[in-house]
């Protein structure tokens, strides 16, 4: 029961950090490693010479500055809101984005260029042509004017194609040149909203921030993928908590079986324990031979799970014995070493729990 439990635990515990993973691929494909934003407003100044600064920095592998603005895209027919994302030529994520275009191929290069996503175009009813544009209306930024009635600004986009990921993120991101959007809402040359950063490795977004601190006239704030989709991750991490719970409920059931076993033993070895307690043996020495069976059987049952669950799981990546329900992809499985000793630290102490509670019921010989 014990080795059952274990391998249960770490099986379900891996599924769902390969359903996690495979979840969070679509929304990571889209997010920087960290991002700059600035701490009051929408919007901050940087220098030139200041983004080279930061793309020089050791960790650093690209970045990228951006304008993200909420617009109204429309046609004579129909109308949909989205964010607007303006980017240059130099976007990190300009290969991702051409690996997924529907049709088309999205040129940053080329003013007033529109690149939207599948779910949008859908239902905007989008026709590649010549003909066809779409009216790209946004809140203006600064009104200096006493003559301007309207607090908006329109231009029209010309779709140079259209992308595919999943309708979250089709719907959510349009993307065009950083020029056409700066001017769309009216702000300055050189001031963004963000600059996304994508590192060589693992980097906190303390380290980021002691770095650049400097380099801005007003304060920032530097924000990690967790922070960009904090809904999401609490989400992922309530449930793996509740999963863990579950399971560990299950193998607390499957532990009382190791007090049944200890107390049946105790009741047998009873006559024995009589002889060895006349030749001097002590009641603490009894008790500590049936808890160190206790633990030695619960530690054996977790590693011989362990085998197991991992012999599961390399089957499974490896030859996809169960596909995700109505598809034909595999169940996405990751073993991890932070699960497996969590599967081998929570059967050790439940062991530990379950033998001391044994050991502490059983009568004097």
């Known amino acids: 029961m014990i080795i059952a439990a274990s391998a249960v635990l770490l099986i379900v515990l891996s599924a769902f950090a390969g359903l996690k993973d495979f979840g969070l691929a679509y929304t990571s494909s889209f997010d920087p490693d960290l991002k700059i934003i600035p701490e009051t407003g929408s ?76 779910d949008l175009a859908s239902s905007l009813e989008v026709v590649m042509s010549e003909d066809f544009s779409l009216l790209a209306t946004a809140a203006k930024k600064k009104n200096k004017s006493l003559f301007s009635f309207t607090p908006f600004n329109s231009t029209k986009l010309e779709i140079e194609g259209i992308y595919q990921i999943s309708l979250d993120i089709e719907k959510k991101y349009a993307f065009a040149p950083i020029k056409t959007v700066g001017s769309l809402v009216g702000v300055n040359e050189k001031s963004y909203t963000s600059i996304e950063v994508i590192t060589n490795g693992f980097v906190s977004k303390e380290s980021l921030n002691k770095e650049v601190g400097g380099l801005f006239g007003s304060n920032v704030v530097v924000l990690d993928k967790q922070d960009l989709n904090p809904a999401l991750y609490k989400m ?25 076993s200890l107390t049946i033993m105790m009741v047998e070895k009873k006559k024995d324990l009589l002889v060895l307690k006349s030749l001097g043996g002590k009641e603490g020495d ?33 030859y996809s014995f169960v596909l995700v329900p109505g598809t034909s992809l595999p169940y996405p499985i990751s073993l991890t070493f932070i699960n497996v000793f ?8 439940l062991g530990v729990l379950t033998s001391a509670w044994s050991t502490s019921l059983r009568g004097k010989p």
């Open 286 to 318: 009894f008790n500590k031979i049936f808890f160190t069976l206790g633990i030695f059987t619960s530690t054996f049952g977790a590693f011989l799970g362990i085998i197991i669950a991992w012999v599961l799981v390399v089957v499974q990546n490896s």
């Open 342 to 349: 969590i599967v081998f630290s929570t059967i050790f102490f």
């Open 236 to 260: 992922l991490n309530t449930e793996n908590l509740a999963v863990y719970l579950i399971f560990s409920l299950v193998a607390l059931i499957a532990m009382f079986n190791l007090v049944g």
């Open 43 to 118: 919007y901050f100044i940087l220098k030139d010479e200041d983004l080279d600064k930061i793309r020089g920095f050791d960790f650093v592998k690209e970045a990228s500055p951006v304008i993200e603005e909420k617009v109204v895209l429309s046609n004579e027919l129909n109308s949909g809101a989205t964010i607007l994302k303006g980017v240059n030529s130099d976007y990190h994520l300009l290969g991702v984005l051409d690996s997924l275009s529907l049709i088309g191929v999205f040129s940053p290069s080329k003013d007033n260029s529109l690149y939207l996503g599948a």
